[in-house]
């Protein structure tokens, strides 16, 4: 079993290989001066299994195409089993036609990577699981709950957790299970299909002089977790904690979230994560993933 990563792998590759104790395969990639992508495979890798790291986040389609060039050609080298790991899988919000026309992205591409050759293809935490159906090999969706958990624990006090939409209810159910004394409420949120903007429900919870814990999977522009966050606030919540799996924090989201009451913000580390986002490493989960598919 040969481990290798792409532009997009947060340098997980290091340390998964080290854990399962298997060879890291360098790749040399560049591009081109008009910005095409280059990749080539340096060392042989006919009959091995392949794990290939690669997250779709800066730069959703750069990193999408780059990843096809990469197990299109470990196919076309003579892999025996090309297994992709994609930490954050982009597109899978637009799972439906919301409104009539609308590319259904993550269907096209699971589809596109189904027909290039991924046998396996490893994801954690995808916006819904049943988007798996367009993939046509295996999957696993990581649960990350535990991981959450390790960082909270020890933190909060006799917590209340948050789900901001129904959405993120089974993410909330899960944790509250797993940390003792906690409660769970979930809030219903609108969005607006053609301007993007939110709201939501009220709910009159008792949070007075609790720690709140909001989960959600994507934390994009921020404004679902500042919403409830600043409402939670003035319910009284001593403070506020948030967790997440996919940190993107798109322009202002980072001040727009701690300017509503925040007091620590914690994502896996899928994507690369700014400064004052407490990181929460993915390698143990996926290490345990890969030690389950016994490769040779
Ligand atoms: C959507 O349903 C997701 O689960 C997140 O709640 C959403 O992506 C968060 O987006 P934003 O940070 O832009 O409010």
Redesign the pocket.
Known sequence: MLITGLSGSNGLEVGLSRAVNKELLPIEMKLFPDGESYIRFVKDVRGEDLIIIQSLYPNQDKKFFELLLAVDTAKDLGCRRVITIIPYLAYA?QDRRFLDGEAISIKTLLKTLSFIGVDYLITIDI?KEESLKFFNGNSMNLDPTKLYVSKLYGVVRNPVVVA??Q??LDKAVKLSKLLLNSTYVVFR?F?DRVT?S?RHEVVDVDVSGRDVIIV????????????IASYLREKGASNVYVVCSHG?F?GE?LSKIYSSGVSRIYSLNTVPLPVGVESIDITPLLTEAILSLNLT
């Open positions: 919000r916006h901001p939409d959405g993120a949120k969005r993007g939110i959600d999977d994507i934390i994009s522009t921020g404004g679902t977790v500042a919403n993107l798109v989201a």
